[in-house]
């Protein structure tokens, strides 16, 4: 599998699908108050801490989701997406990260299993790793931490395709980048 080059930081492609610009403003009952610019500041102070870059794109048009999605392959380690309203409907989306073959998550501000009928399936979900809903804004934090744990070549992740020498670090607890495996606090 072609993925971005080892010489730096692990890079994540973090996409917004539409409407979520209006977040903050936007049923607030349902999606919270938390503002977009708000969510990328958050990830990017997580990313740091984890040893990530992450690029930010929100874009209302499901072409130029697609398109990004398409390019993100030899450039980025993974994708953390909430597809938004496309989550249900856009085949293309779904075909998109399937060929870009890419470790990805789906996050949902809201629990789209508790919602709509029609907010209940996600054509996404069968093409990335899992799926995060219903934790407001939290969703992309828990979101991005899943995703950084599943990057083969992160100090972090626990990824069978990860370098020996690290993975049996990983197993015998050592710290991590700031993170402890619960093995090491035996
Ligand atoms: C959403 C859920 C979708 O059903 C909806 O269309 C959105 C936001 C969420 O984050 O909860 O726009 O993806």
Redesign the pocket.
């Known amino acids: 599998m072609k993925t971005a080059s080892r010489r730096t930081l692990p890079k994540v492609l973090v996409i917004h ?4 610009q209006l977040l903050g403003q936007r049923n607030p009952s349902v ?1 919270g108050r938390v503002t977009l610019s708000a969510i990328n500041r958050d990830l990017q102070a997580q990313a740091r801490r984890l040893g990530a870059s992450l690029t930010v794109l929100q874009s209302n048009h499901e072409g130029g989701i697609v398109d990004a999605i398409g390019k993100a392959r030899g450039w980025y380690d993974g994708i953390l997406i ?4 496309y ?2 409907t856009s085949v293309a989306i779904r075909d998109a990260l399937e060929a870009a073959d890419l470790p990805a998550v789906e ?4 629990n ?1 299993h508790a ?1 709509e009928s029609f ?1 209940r399936t996600s054509l996404i979900a069968p093409v990335v790793a899992g799926q995060v ?1 219903g934790f407001g804004a939290n969703s992309y934090t828990l979101g991005l931490a899943a995703l950084i744990g599943l990057l083969p070549h992160h100090p972090a992740s626990a990824h069978p395709g990860r370098p020996k020498e690290l993975r049996s670090r990983l197993r015998r607890g050592r710290r991590v980048v700031g993170l402890t495996s619960r093995r090491g606090k035996r």
Request: hydrophobic share 35%; charged share 10%.
């Open positions: 699908g539409p409407n979520l999606y909430n597809p938004a309203a989550t249900h996050v949902h501000l809201s789209i919602r907010r809903a």
